[in-house]
């Protein structure tokens, strides 16, 4: 039974309705009324902290490359001009940091990941990616968290190409996971089957981070 024969008032779309104002079952954005837009336990701020492991990598953009490996049909070693190439978009998002600020209204350029993934077509396989950046900084998520509507691969905030100490030439962006999934001058994403532990997700942070579940750190 396909959707358009489901009569707009039975039961399955009333419950689907009301799953969908809830953001029940969905990995992607989810709406929220502007009371719940601070997740729980944040403050808002108003700068933009920087936030790394202490190596900012000067990438030029004639060295600068993007790989796309692993459960993919197509593996794509994307150099700056052909990652230009690529259909442009803007999101704007908040952030919520692990570390308890959030910073509302980024306005981000660049290529949204379901234009780079219908580029490298995942295969059936895959299920997580794992992101490697030039300082070695690694992260993980769920495809479909990596797919999600607002996730943008970066080159530009607020009118500006992005800054080297926030990850230019080209980070992240999944506004709703904990930025610490939002990976910084980013360099290779690999998808993959099951998933894989990134640098913080060893070291005791959460392996998925919703920030409305306050999930910060592993619970063991
Ligand atoms: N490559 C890389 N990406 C990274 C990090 C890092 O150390 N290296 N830190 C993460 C963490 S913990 C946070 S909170 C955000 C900080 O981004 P910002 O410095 O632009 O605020 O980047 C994330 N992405
Ligand atoms: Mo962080």
């Not at 306005?107 to 219908?118: F, I, K, M, P």
């Not at 997580?128 to 992260?139: K, N």
């Not at 060893?202 to 999930?215: A, I, L, T, V």
Request: net charge negative.
């Amino acid at each position: 039974m396909s959707d358009d024969q489901i009569p707009a008032d039975s039961k399955l779309t009333t419950s689907k309705r009301r799953w969908a104002a809830e953001g029940k079952f969905l990995t992607g954005r989810i709406s929220r009324s502007e009371t719940e837009r601070l997740p729980p336990g944040q403050h808002l701020v108003k700068n933009w902290p920087v936030l790394d492991l202490g190596v900012q990598p000067q990438v030029s953009l004639s060295s600068w490359r993007l790989d796309v490996i692993g459960f993919v049909e197509t593996r794509l070693s994307l150099d700056w001009a052909a990652f230009q190439a690529i259909e442009r978009g803007t999101r704007v998002s908040d952030i919520h940091c692990v570390t308890t600020w959030s910073r509302y209204d980024n306005r981000w350029e660049g290529v949204s990941t379901r234009d780079l993934l219908d580029l490298a077509m995942p295969m059936a396989e895959a299920h997580h990616v794992l992101l490697t950046s030039y300082d070695g900084y690694t992260t993980n998520l769920p495809l479909a968290d990596f797919a999600a509507e607002d996730a943008i691969l970066a080159t530009a905030w607020e009118g500006q190409p992005l800054s080297g100490e926030h990850g230019g030439p080209m980070r992240l962006v999944v506004p709703h996971l904990y930025f610490w999934k939002s990976a910084k001058w980013l360099n290779r994403i690999e998808l993959i089957g099951a998933d894989r532990a990134g640098f913080w997700e060893k070291n005791g942070y959460h392996m998925y981070g919703d920030p409305w579940r306050e999930q910060r750190y592993s619970d063991d």
